[in-house]
């Protein structure tokens, strides 16, 4: 079966005991790493489930599917899962190696333009995110999401989906972060992962420091300026008397 990184793989599988007494059967898999396949059964009601043995009447069949899913990171090739139908006591009654074709594969990774940059309390900051498709097959509706903001903060991405990305090409998105004017001054961390209908990148956190207005800062030390000459004022006034 052929299909691409992540995708659901369907081996439609037949079992027939072909002796002259019932038995029931175990099922085993052996999937490459971080593959995962389950055994699906489906019931004369029509009910549908994960089963990892069967009770199969002497002369009579029962039919299956193995569905396997490969990560959405897998390479380009070919897999081998060898299964296994089994007695309880471990007597191998058959074995068949599925044979699976990735197509393509997908991955994002995420840059930022910087890991730590400042902002003045109730204004705002900008940067850029650059995502690249590290994969080998294209992705569709590429986006970016930024996550960890305190409540009352706006955060607008421009643009808001890019259709599609070629394997090995980029794009960059434009973040605005506006703090509000009640903002605790302090460290915030920030996360900005890149997404696709295919996969996502891992999350890359961004410090942002809220400052103080520099405006209200010189308008503190005029104050204490004029504070300070006020009682040196006074004081001299004082001490002629």
């Given at each position: 079966v052929s299909a691409e990184a992540g995708k659901i793989l369907g081996f439609p599988v037949t079992i027939m005991n072909t002796?002259?007494?019932?038995?029931?059967?175990?099922?085993?898999?052996?999937?490459?790493?971080?593959?995962?396949?389950?055994?699906?059964?489906?019931?004369?009601?029509?009910t549908t489930m994960e089963v990892s043995g069967l009770y199969v009447e002497a002369k009579k069949?029962?039919?299956?599917?193995?569905?396997?899913?490969?990560?959405s990171t897998v390479g380009i090739g070919t897999y081998t899962i060898p299964v296994r139908v089994s007695s309880e006591k471990g007597v191998v009654y058959s074995e068949?190696?599925?044979?699976?074709?990735?197509?393509?594969?997908?991955?994002?990774?995420?840059?930022?333009?910087?890991?730590?940059?400042?902002?003045?309390?109730?204004?705002?900051?900008?940067?850029?995110?650059?995502?690249?498709n590290t994969g080998q097959t294209p992705v569709t509706s590429l986006g970016l999401t930024v996550s960890g903001a305190p409540t009352g903060w706006d955060v607008s991405i421009t643009p808001v989906r890019v259709e599609s990305l070629k394997a090995g090409e980029s794009y960059t998105f434009t973040v605005t972060v506006k703090t509000t004017a009640d903002t605790v001054a302090g460290d915030y961390l920030i996360t900005f992962t890149g997404s696709s209908d295919q996969v996502k990148s891992d999350g890359v956190q961004v410090r942002l420091t809220a400052t103080v207005s520099t405006s209200w800062g010189l308008i503190g030390v005029g104050i204490a300026a004029v504070m300070v000459i006020a009682l040196l004022f006074v004081f001299m006034k004082f001490r002629r008397r």
């Open positions: 002796g002259s007494i019932d038995r029931l059967v175990l099922l085993s898999v052996e999937p490459p790493p971080n593959w995962k396949v389950v055994f699906k059964y489906t019931t004369t009601g029509g069949s029962a039919s299956l599917v193995i569905e396997a899913t490969p990560p068949i190696n599925l044979k699976s074709t990735i197509t393509g594969a997908y991955a994002l990774s995420l840059t930022p333009s910087t890991l730590l940059t400042s902002v003045s309390i109730g204004s705002s900051t900008t940067l850029t995110t650059r995502i690249t």
